[in-house]
Protein backbone atom coordinates (compact mmCIF):
# COMPACT_ATOMS: atom_id res chain seq x y z
CA UNK A 1 0.00 0.00 0.00
CA UNK A 2 1.63 3.27 -1.04
CA UNK A 3 1.10 6.01 1.43
CA UNK A 4 2.86 9.65 1.71
CA UNK A 5 3.29 11.07 4.83
CA UNK A 6 2.92 14.90 5.82
CA UNK A 7 2.62 17.34 8.80
CA UNK A 8 0.52 20.24 8.79
CA UNK A 9 1.64 22.50 12.07
CA UNK A 10 2.76 19.66 13.76
CA UNK A 11 -0.41 17.05 12.85
CA UNK A 12 0.57 14.11 11.14
CA UNK A 13 -1.37 13.12 7.88
CA UNK A 14 -1.38 9.83 5.97
CA UNK A 15 -2.79 9.73 2.73
CA UNK A 16 -3.20 5.92 1.03
CA UNK A 17 -2.76 6.52 -2.48
CA UNK A 18 -3.31 2.96 -3.55
CA UNK A 19 -3.90 -0.25 -1.99
CA UNK A 20 -7.13 0.62 0.41
CA UNK A 21 -10.30 -1.65 0.06
CA UNK A 22 -13.00 -1.87 -1.85
CA UNK A 23 -15.79 0.65 -1.44
CA UNK A 24 -18.11 -0.12 -3.82
CA UNK A 25 -20.51 1.37 -5.53
CA UNK A 26 -22.89 4.66 -4.09
CA UNK A 27 -22.30 8.49 -3.10
CA UNK A 28 -18.99 9.43 -0.94
CA UNK A 29 -20.65 9.31 2.30
CA UNK A 30 -22.34 6.23 1.64
CA UNK A 31 -18.62 4.60 0.86
CA UNK A 32 -17.36 6.49 3.96
CA UNK A 33 -20.23 3.94 5.84
CA UNK A 34 -19.26 1.26 4.82
CA UNK A 35 -15.20 2.05 5.65
CA UNK A 36 -16.54 2.87 9.21
CA UNK A 37 -18.76 -0.29 9.68
CA UNK A 38 -16.49 -2.83 7.54
CA UNK A 39 -12.93 -2.06 7.48
CA UNK A 40 -11.91 -0.47 10.77
CA UNK A 41 -9.35 -3.25 10.50
CA UNK A 42 -7.66 -1.55 7.79
CA UNK A 43 -8.02 2.01 9.53
CA UNK A 44 -6.12 1.00 12.43
CA UNK A 45 -3.50 -0.89 10.41
CA UNK A 46 -2.71 2.20 8.58
CA UNK A 47 -2.49 4.50 11.48
CA UNK A 48 -1.90 3.05 14.67
CA UNK A 49 1.51 1.69 16.00
CA UNK A 50 3.37 -0.21 14.96
CA UNK A 51 3.42 1.76 11.80
CA UNK A 52 1.91 5.02 12.75
CA UNK A 53 0.70 6.10 16.18
CA UNK A 54 -2.59 7.82 17.48
CA UNK A 55 -2.26 11.29 16.20
CA UNK A 56 -2.00 10.63 12.40
CA UNK A 57 -5.12 11.20 10.61
CA UNK A 58 -5.84 8.60 7.73
CA UNK A 59 -6.91 10.27 4.45
CA UNK A 60 -7.67 7.62 2.16
CA UNK A 61 -8.30 8.79 -1.58
CA UNK A 62 -11.28 7.55 -3.51
CA UNK A 63 -13.54 8.66 -6.74
CA UNK A 64 -15.13 11.86 -6.09
CA UNK A 65 -18.72 11.77 -6.18
CA UNK A 66 -18.60 15.49 -8.53
CA UNK A 67 -16.18 13.85 -11.57
CA UNK A 68 -14.88 18.12 -11.50
CA UNK A 69 -13.63 17.52 -8.54
CA UNK A 70 -9.80 16.77 -8.52
CA UNK A 71 -10.09 14.18 -5.80
CA UNK A 72 -12.81 12.38 -3.69
CA UNK A 73 -11.10 11.75 0.54
CA UNK A 74 -12.55 9.76 3.77
CA UNK A 75 -10.63 10.96 6.41
CA UNK A 76 -10.23 8.37 9.26
CA UNK A 77 -8.32 8.20 12.88
CA UNK A 78 -7.61 5.03 15.23
CA UNK A 79 -11.47 5.11 16.15
CA UNK A 80 -13.52 5.87 13.41
CA UNK A 81 -14.18 8.46 9.95
CA UNK A 82 -13.99 12.37 11.07
CA UNK A 83 -16.51 13.94 8.50
CA UNK A 84 -13.67 16.37 7.30
CA UNK A 85 -10.51 17.55 8.50
CA UNK A 86 -9.15 20.91 8.03
CA UNK A 87 -4.92 19.64 8.72
CA UNK A 88 -5.49 16.98 6.95
CA UNK A 89 -6.92 18.74 4.28
CA UNK A 90 -4.13 21.49 4.14
CA UNK A 91 -1.75 18.36 3.99
CA UNK A 92 -3.86 16.29 1.22
CA UNK A 93 -3.08 19.75 -0.71
CA UNK A 94 0.49 19.91 -0.55
CA UNK A 95 0.67 16.06 -1.10
CA UNK A 96 -0.63 16.28 -4.57
CA UNK A 97 1.06 19.13 -5.20
CA UNK A 98 3.98 17.07 -4.46
CA UNK A 99 2.37 14.39 -6.89
CA UNK A 100 2.00 16.83 -9.25
CA UNK A 101 -1.17 16.12 -9.36
CA UNK A 102 -2.72 19.74 -8.82
CA UNK A 103 -1.13 22.90 -9.59
CA UNK A 104 -1.45 26.40 -7.83
CA UNK A 105 -4.63 27.86 -7.71
CA UNK A 106 -8.44 26.78 -6.93
CA UNK A 107 -9.29 23.07 -7.10
CA UNK A 108 -12.60 21.26 -5.16
CA UNK A 109 -12.61 18.00 -3.19
CA UNK A 110 -15.56 15.77 -2.12
CA UNK A 111 -15.66 15.12 1.71
CA UNK A 112 -18.52 12.74 2.94
CA UNK A 113 -19.72 15.86 4.98
CA UNK A 114 -19.87 18.26 1.14
CA UNK A 115 -17.39 20.02 -1.22
CA UNK A 116 -14.33 22.08 0.07
CA UNK A 117 -12.27 24.29 -1.73
CA UNK A 118 -8.27 24.59 -1.60
CA UNK A 119 -6.41 27.06 -2.84
CA UNK A 120 -2.85 25.97 -3.34
CA UNK A 121 -0.81 29.59 -2.83
CA UNK A 122 2.56 27.76 -3.00
CA UNK A 123 4.45 24.40 -2.49
CA UNK A 124 3.62 24.10 1.36
CA UNK A 125 0.64 26.75 1.98
CA UNK A 126 -2.89 25.68 1.24
CA UNK A 127 -6.26 27.92 2.19
CA UNK A 128 -9.05 25.19 2.99
CA UNK A 129 -12.39 26.81 2.46
CA UNK A 130 -14.72 24.63 4.57
CA UNK A 131 -18.34 23.34 4.67
CA UNK A 132 -21.08 25.87 6.04
CA UNK A 133 -19.95 25.20 10.14
CA UNK A 134 -22.21 27.18 12.72
CA UNK A 135 -23.20 27.40 16.11
CA UNK A 136 -25.79 24.98 17.64
CA UNK A 137 -25.92 26.19 21.49
CA UNK A 138 -24.46 28.76 23.90
CA UNK A 139 -23.22 28.50 27.26
CA UNK A 140 -24.12 24.90 27.91
CA UNK A 141 -22.79 24.00 31.70
CA UNK A 142 -21.92 20.62 33.02
CA UNK A 143 -20.90 19.58 35.66
CA UNK A 144 -17.15 17.88 35.14
CA UNK A 145 -15.83 14.81 37.78
CA UNK A 146 -13.39 16.65 40.41
CA UNK A 147 -13.26 19.84 38.47
CA UNK A 148 -16.95 21.23 39.02
CA UNK A 149 -18.96 23.43 36.36
CA UNK A 150 -17.47 23.91 32.81
CA UNK A 151 -19.25 26.32 30.30
CA UNK A 152 -18.77 25.94 26.81
CA UNK A 153 -20.47 26.33 23.04
CA UNK A 154 -21.33 23.57 21.05
CA UNK A 155 -20.93 23.83 17.39
CA UNK A 156 -20.39 22.12 13.88
CA UNK A 157 -17.58 22.83 11.86
CA UNK A 158 -17.12 19.30 9.83
CA UNK A 159 -17.28 17.51 12.62
CA UNK A 160 -19.05 18.57 16.52
CA UNK A 161 -16.80 20.15 18.98
CA UNK A 162 -17.12 21.70 22.67
CA UNK A 163 -15.74 25.11 23.20
CA UNK A 164 -14.42 25.79 26.67
CA UNK A 165 -13.38 30.16 26.18
CA UNK A 166 -11.45 30.21 29.75
CA UNK A 167 -9.44 27.18 29.71
CA UNK A 168 -8.99 26.54 33.61
CA UNK A 169 -5.12 24.92 32.91
CA UNK A 170 -2.77 26.99 30.87
CA UNK A 171 -2.46 25.82 27.60
CA UNK A 172 1.24 24.91 27.75
CA UNK A 173 3.65 21.85 26.13
CA UNK A 174 4.12 21.23 29.81
CA UNK A 175 0.51 20.58 30.90
CA UNK A 176 -0.23 18.32 27.86
CA UNK A 177 -1.53 15.24 29.79
CA UNK A 178 -3.41 17.47 32.70
CA UNK A 179 -4.92 18.92 29.34
CA UNK A 180 -6.14 15.49 27.78
CA UNK A 181 -7.37 14.79 31.58
CA UNK A 182 -9.90 17.41 31.50
CA UNK A 183 -10.83 17.31 27.86
CA UNK A 184 -11.63 13.58 28.48
CA UNK A 185 -13.30 14.06 31.50
CA UNK A 186 -15.54 17.28 30.21
CA UNK A 187 -16.25 14.87 27.26
CA UNK A 188 -17.25 12.37 29.65
CA UNK A 189 -19.37 14.96 31.28
CA UNK A 190 -21.20 15.86 28.29
CA UNK A 191 -21.95 12.28 27.63
CA UNK A 192 -23.66 11.59 30.96
CA UNK A 193 -25.37 14.78 30.38
CA UNK A 194 -27.00 13.77 27.19
CA UNK A 195 -25.30 16.96 25.47
CA UNK A 196 -24.69 15.93 21.61
CA UNK A 197 -24.72 17.79 18.24
CA UNK A 198 -27.52 17.75 16.15
CA UNK A 199 -29.74 14.60 15.40
CA UNK A 200 -28.00 13.18 18.77
CA UNK A 201 -24.47 12.97 17.10
CA UNK A 202 -21.36 12.68 19.65
CA UNK A 203 -19.58 15.68 20.48
CA UNK A 204 -15.84 13.79 19.82
CA UNK A 205 -13.78 16.47 19.93
CA UNK A 206 -13.28 19.32 22.68
CA UNK A 207 -11.48 22.85 22.41
CA UNK A 208 -10.16 25.00 25.63
CA UNK A 209 -9.03 28.34 24.89
CA UNK A 210 -6.23 30.21 26.28
CA UNK A 211 -4.40 34.00 25.78
CA UNK A 212 -1.64 33.33 22.64
CA UNK A 213 1.80 33.17 23.44
CA UNK A 214 2.76 34.79 20.07
CA UNK A 215 3.07 37.96 19.27
CA UNK A 216 -0.22 38.80 16.65
CA UNK A 217 -1.97 35.52 17.24
CA UNK A 218 -5.55 36.35 19.01
CA UNK A 219 -5.83 32.96 21.05
CA UNK A 220 -4.22 29.82 21.75
CA UNK A 221 -5.96 26.11 21.80
CA UNK A 222 -5.67 22.64 22.99
CA UNK A 223 -7.87 20.03 20.79
CA UNK A 224 -8.90 16.73 21.88
CA UNK A 225 -9.16 14.21 19.70
CA UNK A 226 -11.94 11.26 19.33
CA UNK A 227 -9.39 8.43 19.87
CA UNK A 228 -7.86 10.91 23.14
CA UNK A 229 -4.85 12.67 21.50
CA UNK A 230 -3.98 16.24 21.24
CA UNK A 231 -4.38 17.95 17.78
CA UNK A 232 -0.76 19.22 17.11
CA UNK A 233 -2.36 21.95 14.85
CA UNK A 234 -4.86 24.46 15.62
CA UNK A 235 -7.31 21.97 14.13
CA UNK A 236 -8.97 23.04 11.30
CA UNK A 237 -12.24 21.83 11.54
CA UNK A 238 -12.05 23.43 15.34
CA UNK A 239 -11.09 26.74 13.84
CA UNK A 240 -14.31 26.63 11.87
CA UNK A 241 -16.39 25.65 14.85
CA UNK A 242 -14.78 28.70 16.59
CA UNK A 243 -15.22 31.19 13.81
CA UNK A 244 -18.90 30.45 13.98
CA UNK A 245 -18.92 31.03 17.63
CA UNK A 246 -17.37 34.16 16.74
CA UNK A 247 -19.41 34.95 13.87
CA UNK A 248 -22.82 34.86 16.33
CA UNK A 249 -21.52 36.93 19.07
CA UNK A 250 -20.80 39.42 16.74
CA UNK A 251 -16.90 39.25 17.85
CA UNK A 252 -15.50 38.90 13.97
CA UNK A 253 -16.46 40.83 11.01
CA UNK A 254 -16.75 38.46 7.69
CA UNK A 255 -13.41 38.65 5.99
CA UNK A 256 -11.59 39.73 9.27
CA UNK A 257 -8.20 38.29 9.79
CA UNK A 258 -8.08 35.85 13.77
CA UNK A 259 -4.89 34.24 14.28
CA UNK A 260 -5.30 30.60 16.28
CA UNK A 261 -2.53 29.35 18.05
CA UNK A 262 -1.84 25.66 18.80
CA UNK A 263 -0.35 23.95 21.78
CA UNK A 264 2.47 24.07 20.26
CA UNK A 265 2.69 27.48 19.23
CA UNK A 266 1.98 26.75 15.31
CA UNK A 267 -0.48 28.72 13.34
CA UNK A 268 -3.50 29.05 11.32
CA UNK A 269 -4.81 32.07 9.56
CA UNK A 270 -8.82 32.51 9.47
CA UNK A 271 -11.48 34.29 8.28
CA UNK A 272 -15.11 33.65 6.48
CA UNK A 273 -18.20 34.92 4.73
CA UNK A 274 -21.54 34.28 6.11
CA UNK A 275 -23.03 30.97 4.84
CA UNK A 276 -26.01 30.38 3.14
CA UNK A 277 -28.12 29.16 6.04
CA UNK A 278 -27.18 31.48 8.49
CA UNK A 279 -23.60 29.79 9.73
CA UNK A 280 -20.24 30.79 8.29
CA UNK A 281 -17.97 29.16 5.04
CA UNK A 282 -14.43 29.52 6.76
CA UNK A 283 -11.62 29.72 4.61
CA UNK A 284 -8.11 28.14 7.47
CA UNK A 285 -4.38 28.74 5.83
CA UNK A 286 -1.77 26.94 7.05
CA UNK A 287 1.31 25.47 6.41
CA UNK A 288 2.34 21.50 5.63
CA UNK A 289 5.37 19.13 4.64
CA UNK A 290 5.65 15.76 3.15
CA UNK A 291 7.80 13.99 5.05
CA UNK A 292 7.92 10.92 3.35
CA UNK A 293 6.86 8.57 0.86
CA UNK A 294 5.97 4.93 1.67
CA UNK A 295 5.08 0.94 0.87
CA UNK A 296 3.31 -0.32 3.63
CA UNK A 297 3.77 -4.02 3.94
CA UNK A 298 1.49 -6.26 5.55
CA UNK A 299 2.73 -9.71 6.24
CA UNK A 300 0.04 -12.38 6.94
CA UNK A 301 2.20 -13.75 9.40
CA UNK A 302 2.27 -10.60 11.81
CA UNK A 303 0.30 -10.98 15.21
CA UNK A 304 -0.14 -6.91 14.25
CA UNK A 305 -0.95 -6.47 11.40
CA UNK A 306 -4.02 -4.77 12.21
CA UNK A 307 -2.24 -2.42 14.41
CA UNK A 308 -1.95 -2.33 18.49
CA UNK A 309 -5.40 -1.76 20.02
CA UNK A 310 -5.56 -2.24 23.93
O1 LIG B 1 -7.70 19.79 11.52
O2 LIG B 1 -9.86 19.44 11.47
C1 LIG B 1 -8.73 19.16 11.84
C2 LIG B 1 -8.54 17.98 12.70
C3 LIG B 1 -9.51 17.18 13.25
C4 LIG B 1 -8.84 16.20 14.00
C5 LIG B 1 -7.50 16.42 13.88
N1 LIG B 1 -7.33 17.50 13.08
Known sequence: MRVIDSHTAGEPTRVVLEGGPDLGAGTLAERAARLEAEHLDF?????????????????????????????????????????????????????????????????????????????????????????ESYRL?????????????????????????????????????????????????????????????????????????????????DSRNFVLCPGGAYDRSPCGTGCSAKLACLAADGLLAPGADYIQESVIGSIYKLSYQPGRNGGVIPTITGDAYVTSDATLIFNPTDPYRSGIRL
Not at 44 to 51: G, H, I, K, Q, T
Not at 68 to 95: K, P, R, S
Open 137 to 217: AKDVAVQVDGVGQVTGDVAWGGNWFFLVKDSPIALTGANIRPLTDLTLKIRNALDEAGVTGKDGAWIDHIELFGPPATAGA
Open 43 to 131: CASVVLEPRGHDAIIGALLVPPDDPECAAGVIYFNNLQNLGMCGHATIGLGVTLAHLGRIQPGRHRLDTPVGEVGIDLLDANTVSVVNV
